[in-house]
Each structure stands twice: as structure tokens, then as C-alpha cells.
T-cell receptor, first 112, second 118 residues
């Protein structure tokens, strides 16, 4: 069956460092991959989308890579800030549907 | 420009009861998807509505049903509630795109309805 795995343990880093979160998947060939941020008691907020034919995408301090051979995506936050502390979810989807398969999320804690 | 709104924000029900959750999509969006998120887990896809019809369904029993209205708003109904139905129920809206591109518009989520079944 399709499976998505994110770092189950919380990631604790110092302010100013780069945070790197991992998303691995098996038994699936997604057309695209998305990353969302979720704060406690709130719904997920879309951050970035990367398609299967793209290797890297950037948006301000965020960078996402997508390796369809390794079946892995890496999500980087450079110059991290305490305000970046949240749970980050990766989600995979086929084309032209709203059916996303989410990972369980990784909680990031940035300490000042 | 209002985002996705869900009501109620919290709900407590007894096992065996029925519940209806409501969602208004973001302005300009025509597709609504519902997700269930258990504590400490990622959201799980329940179903998606477009043009007032259920277009896709996840691995959820028939106790879960929905509806989409002409104004694109949607309801999620759950019958015969079980303790395991306790979760955060998220509504997400998007704009359905057709054509050659395989791009799918990102989902805009509401803040959910926290359902507790006792």
C-alpha cells in the first residue's frame, strides 16, 4: 500500500540555522508533491508545490527538492526563526484531483 | 476576501448519534474536499465534491456522507458515531483545473471542527 514517512521525532534547532525535513514515500508515483505548515489548533497552510519533472523549487527562505528516483523530498528552511516553529506536512497527489495523501508531519522547534 | 470557514469549531456528541459539519469555500473556489485528522497524525482524505457530486472517495465507511450546494458550500454528515470518529475534521477548497497541464491547485484549509465522541 502507499506509504509516506516523515521524521517522527521532533526537530530542534537553533535560530539562524538551516532546518531540513525529510519526506519519503513508497508504492506511489506522484505527479506532484506539496508541503504545508500547520500550527496547533489550525488548519494546514500551503507553502510550496513541486512537480515530478522539477528537481528544486524555492520561495524566499524555503527550498524543496524532489527526487523521484530516491522517492524522497527534502524541505529546507534557511536562517530559521522561532516563528518557523510548527508542524510541517508533506502531501503527494496525482494529477487533477484533490486527493492528497499526507505524511504524519514533523514538528520543528526553533530555539532563540 | 474570506478564506475557508467551518462551523461549528467544537462539538461533543455521544456514541451512536449523528453529526453535520459545515464548510464555506474560499471565494472563487468550486471544489471542496474533506479530511479527518486524528491527534498526532496527518490529514486523511474522506471525499471530494465538485459540481454538487462526490468525485472521489477515500477509505471511509458509508456512515460518512456529504453534500455540496449550488453556492459551492458543503456539509459532512457522520451517522452512528463511534468513539474512533473523534478527530479534527478539515475542509479544504480549491479551483478545479482541466486541460493538458497536470497541475492541481493547492488546497486552502479551514481551521477545522474538533469533534469529540463520548
Amino acid at each position: 500500500s502507499q506509504k509516506i514517512e516523515q521524521n517522527s521525532e521532533a526537530l530542534n534547532i537553533q535560530e539562524g540555522k538551516t532546518a531540513t525535513l525529510t519526506c519519503n514515500y513508497t508504492n506511489y508515483s506522484p505527479a506532484y508533491l506539496q508541503w504545508y505548515r500547520q500550527d496547533p489548533g489550525r488548519g494546514p497552510v500551503f507553502l510550496l508545490l513541486i512537480r515530478e519533472n522539477e528537481k528544486e523549487k524555492r520561495k524566499e527562505r524555503l527550498k524543496v527538492t524532489f527526487d523521484t528516483t530516491l522517492k524522497q523530498s527534502l524541505f529546507h528552511i534557511t536562517a530559521s526563526q522561532p516563528a518557523d516553529s510548527a508542524t510541517y506536512l508533506c502531501a503527494l497527489g496525482p494529477s487533477n484531483t484533490g486527493k492528497l495523501i499526507f505524511g504524519q508531519g514533523t514538528t520543528l522547534q526553533v530555539k532563540p | 476576501d474570506a478564506g475557508v470557514t467551518q462551523s461549528p469549531t467544537h462539538l461533543i456528541k455521544t456514541r451512536g448519534q449523528q453529526v453535520t459539519l459545515r464548510c464555506s469555500p474560499k471565494s472563487g473556489h468550486d471544489t471542496v474536499s474533506w479530511y479527518q485528522q486524528a491527534l498526532g497524525q496527518g490529514p486523511q482524505f474522506i471525499f471530494q465534491y465538485y459540481e454538487e457530486e462526490e468525485r472521489q472517495r477515500g477509505n471511509f465507511p458509508d456512515r460518512f456522507s456529504g453534500h455540496q450546494f449550488p453556492n459551492y458550500s458543503s456539509e459532512l454528515n457522520v451517522n452512528a458515531l463511534l468513539l474512533g470518529d473523534s478527530a479534527l475534521y478539515l475542509c479544504a477548497s480549491s479551483f478545479f483545473r482541466t486541460g493538458i497541464s497536470s497541475y492541481n491547485s493547492p488546497l486552502h484549509f479551514g481551521n477545522g471542527t474538533r469533534l469529540t465522541v463520548t
